[in-house]
T-cell receptor, first 113, second 112 residues
Framework: EAGVAQSPRYKIIEKRQSVAFWCNPISGHATLYWYQQILGQGPKLLIQ????????DSQLPKDRFSAERLKGVDSTLKIQPAKLEDSAVYLC???????????FGEGSWLTVV | GENVEQHPSTLSVQEGDSAVIKCTYS??????FPWYKQELGKRPQLIIDIRSNVGEKKDQRIAVTLNKTAKHFSLHITETQPEDSAVYFCAASSNTGNQFYFGTGTSLTVIP
């Protein structure tokens, strides 16, 4: 079965610029997650979707981060304007249902300079 | 929300020895505990998981034990091999039951 697809894999931007990441979950997976993983730390949940509805976005810095999953399949995560501390790997993941096995994508590596 | 602590942060073992990584959690309602392995530059991958209705689960050289009373669970890797070298993350389900909180990771190095 195809895995979780993410793009771009790597991105370098200057602070105050914007960036968008795209995720295509495993087919049939209703639950989609965006995690932020800072070097040396565990993944931190930014937002969780169930189909196209938001389940939890309590840790999403809403003044600069936004995410959508309009048709309940693909999702985009946007950062605008970026800060230096946003440098991290952004992992998209999906599961068939909440608390089923989570499958991660390869991640989008962001460096803000 | 849930608080998951993981120890140690780094662990070096000789090839063939055992490795143990321990996690504690705060939410007594948590009932699902997966473990992920992340090799350098790769995605986290599930290696084993346990639900609260069992105390131990084994899969070849890997085992997980759960102590719900003490609110801790551990990953045991026996007969370690160099390819076991990676960062290992534990996770626990949240009190809402819909998401996971991850530990801070353990960097395991198996010395040939």
């Amino acid at each position: 079965e195809a895995g979780v697809a993410q793009s771009p894999r790597y991105k370098i931007i200057e602070k105050r610029q914007s960036v968008a990441f795209w995720c295509n979950p495993i087919s049939g997976h209703a639950t989609l997650y965006w995690y932020q993983q800072i070097l040396g730390q565990g993944p931190k949940l930014l937002i969780q979707f169930q189909n196209n509805g938001v389940v939890d976005d309590s840790q999403l810095p809403k003044d600069r981060f936004s995410a959508e999953r309009l048709k309940g399949v693909d999702s985009t995560l946007k950062i605008q304007p970026a800060k230096l501390e946003d440098s991290a790997v952004y992992l998209c993941a999906s599961s068939y249902l909440p608390l089923d096995t989570i499958y991660f994508g390869e991640g989008s590596w962001l460096t803000v300079v | 929300g849930e608080n998951v602590e993981q120890h140690p942060s780094t662990l070096s073992v000789q090839e063939g020895d055992s490795a143990v990584i321990k996690c504690t959690y705060s939410d007594s309602a948590s009932n699902y505990f997966p473990w992920y392995k992340q090799e350098l530059g790769k995605r986290p991958q599930l290696i084993i998981d346990i639900r609260s209705n069992v105390g131990e689960k084994k899969d070849q050289r890997i085992a997980v034990t759960l102590n719900k009373t003490a609110k801790h669970f551990s990953l045991h890797i026996t007969e370690t091999q160099p390819e076991d070298s990676a960062v290992y993350f534990c996770a626990a389900s949240s009190n809402t039951g819909n998401q996971f909180y991850f530990g801070t990771g353990t960097s395991l190095t198996v010395i040939p």
